[in-house]
């Protein structure tokens, strides 16, 4: 019997949620995801050296400043690993900017035409946006203009159905973290099945399948094999390599848990959201609050730690 990676494979897009190419290539992921977190890590191994030594000689041959200097860096990393996965590459805007609709269009743009620069069309980049209703703004101006987004830090149905009526075109809830707060404030356990971020993408899942909605659901951040097991069949899985690992491992039988034919029976009511209604309901969500809250600030952070390495290479180059 093939590994359960491998029957994943045959019922859900597998996502490496790395900026290892090396891991990316043992495992035959399809898609790749970034964010500043992943680009950090990696350009602190030494097989990656090189990406961050060619962004500093870059950004000194051109007087480019640190942060353009930095995006450039991120950009040759999604280049790097369109060339080792088939699909799509997710590249996020800056964390800072998931307030602001303009500022994350104009980034988003800026982005996609960094890539086409590099050579990597935009139908094989996905730009990653914080699910704030700036961020779906935002979103639903890129859409339009055929850049497609992977609208991330998604902790609620309130934010997936605003995300899904803007024509995103994937919504990433965020298993891990969801599960970390219910633990942390109610102090369970929980099995695979009970477990609430494993719940949350289901539900998910059920209304969109059930409403007729083209987003694809991209379960994320997961924290055991377990949570991925329970949601196998949904769209989109992003997974460590550690995770992807032990499921190459596990030679068992793996249950199709998520099926088209079968959401509409549990799919919660369509939603109308308005900015009020929508704002009101995430306020209601604690945890999708802090949560989101909590994820734009880690995330912004990783992106000023990676901004200092490079600022302290130019400096050290020039």
């Not at 988003?108 to 069309?121: M, Q, T």
């Not at 055991?224 to 992807?244: F, M, Q, R, V």
């Amino acid at each position: 019997m093939p590994s359960k990676l491998e029957q994943l494979k045959t019922m859900t897009t597998v996502v490496a949620d790395t900026g290892d190419m090396e891991a990316i290539r043992r495992f035959g992921a399809t898609d790749a995801t970034t964010n500043p977190t992943l680009i950090l890590k990696a350009a602190r191994m030494p097989n990656y050296a090189y990406l961050l030594e060619e962004a500093v000689l870059w950004g000194l041959s051109h007087t480019h400043s640190t942060s353009e200097t930095t995006d450039w860096l991120t950009l040759r990393f999604g280049v790097e690993l369109s060339k080792v996965v088939p699909g799509r590459i997710s590249t996020e805007v800056d964390a800072d900017l998931s307030f602001d609709v303009d500022a994350t269009v104009a980034k988003a743009r800026e982005i996609i035409a960094g890539y086409k620069r590099l050579g990597l069309s935009r139908r094989r980049v996905l730009i990653k946006i914080a699910s704030t209703w700036e961020g779906i703004r935002a979103a639903e101006i890129l859409q339009s203009e055929g850049i497609n987004c992977n609208m991330t830090l998604c902790f609620s149905l309130a934010q997936a159905a605003a995300c899904a009526d803007a024509g995103a075109a994937v919504v990433s809830p965020f298993v891990g973290r969801i599960l970390d707060w219910y633990t942390k404030n109610e102090g369970k356990t929980y099995t695979a099945e009970t477990d609430p971020g494993v719940q949350s993408v289901s539900r998910i899942y059920s209304y969109y399948k059930a409403h007729g909605i083209e987003t694809e659901v991209m379960g994320a951040s997961f924290r055991n094999k377990g949570e991925i097991e329970a949601l196998a069949g949904c769209d989109l899985l992003t997974i460590s390599p550690e995770l992807l690992n032990e499921l190459s491992q596990d030679m068992g039988k793996l249950e199709r848990k998520l099926d088209p034919a079968t959401a509409a029976a549990r799919a919660p009511a369509k939603l109308s959201l308005d900015e009020k209604t929508f704002r009101f309901m995430l306020n209601e969500d604690a945890m999708a609050t802090e949560k989101l809250a909590e994820g734009i600030r880690n995330f912004a952070r990783d992106l000023h730690a990676l901004r200092e390495v490079v600022s302290k290479r130019l400096q050290e180059a020039a």
